[in-house]
């Protein structure tokens, strides 16, 4: 059965940080490009970073760059996303994604930056 389980997620004060787990089981982690999207309310989900499955090469949002950061322990079937400098539109669901030979998504973790 395939499971991909974020955390991290709460709420954080304008400049904060916050740092989100997606723990993967069910599939051959290795073996599959990551990403982390996110969905505010009347949005459309839109990409945020993606690495891909060995985490040599990794892209990002303009929207983010220089404040987050992807990373992954194969090890541990685990893709994390480093939020730094965090702004008020940074607030939505942050979901991890799966995707090599099937295309799996987590449940989703709300973030919320608010004074």
């Known amino acids: 059965q395939v499971q991909l389980v974020e955390s991290g997620g709460g709420l954080v004060q304008p400049g904060g940080s916050l740092r989100l787990s997606c723990a993967a089981s069910g599939f051959i982690f290795s073996l599959y490009t990551m990403s982390w999207y996110r969905q505010a309310p009347g949005k459309e989900r839109e990409l945020v970073a993606a690495?891909?499955?060995?985490?040599?090469?990794?892209n990002y949002a303009d929207s983010v760059k220089d404040r987050f950061a992807i990373s992954r322990d194969n090890a541990k079937n685990t893709v994390y996303l480093q939020m730094n400098s965090l702004k008020s539109e940074d607030t939505a669901v942050y979901y991890c994604k799966a995707e090599r030979y099937a295309t799996y998504w987590g449940q989703g973790t709300q973030v919320t930056v608010s004074s």
């Open positions: 690495i891909s499955s060995a985490g040599g090469s990794t």
